[in-house]
């Protein structure tokens, strides 16, 4: 069994990964590509922010199983992930702020992509290109709670591993 990972970083303004990772056997490989996903700029007096990513990957892996890929919590847990005050007026007595936001595998926001239960991968990568999309939401900031957050950059890291 071959793991390889990627670090999906999120930033409030961009969301891009970055490839590492390595082979079990010479016969086997996958590579892994994807693109950013740019929240934007989130106003707490707004709405919430949707945006949407994909990632492709080519896998040749022999009589290995099928690649299966999965994303990590990043900071707090699956079902709550949240973005860190990183840099900007947030760092001034605010460091403390989390931007709560989550990665989903349907433009409807209804399956969380890491859940138990939930497939993250197209059916069958085996030997073949494959690509999906990841959607990612920020939620509207509840006045005096979830995501009424200072001004500044946040961000988080999210590692996606594959395995075959």
């Given at each position: ?117 939930v ?8 030997n ?7 959607f ?29």
């Open positions: 069994m071959t793991m390889r990972s990627l670090v999906l970083l999120g930033v409030l303004t961009t969301l891009g990964l970055l490839a590492t990772g390595g082979r079990a056997f010479a016969a086997a490989s996958c590579s892994i590509t994807a693109a950013t996903m740019p929240f934007g700029s989130y106003d707490v007096y707004g709405a919430a922010l949707a945006v949407s990513g994909s990632i492709s990957m080519t896998c040749v892996t022999g009589g290995n199983p099928a690649p299966h890929a999965t994303l990590s919590s990043g900071s707090g847990t699956i079902a709550d992930r949240y973005m860190t005050c990183s840099s900007g007026a947030c760092l001034t007595g605010f460091s403390t702020d989390q931007l709560h936001y989550n990665l989903y595998t349907t433009v409807a926001h209804a399956a969380i992509w890491g859940a138990t239960g497939a993250s991968t197209p059916a069958n990568c085996k073949r290109s494959c690509a999906w999309t990841i990612g939401l920020v939620p509207a900031a509840i006045g005096g709670g979830t995501n009424d957050v200072s001004v500044g950059g946040y961000a988080d890291a999210i590692t996606v591993t594959v395995t075959y």
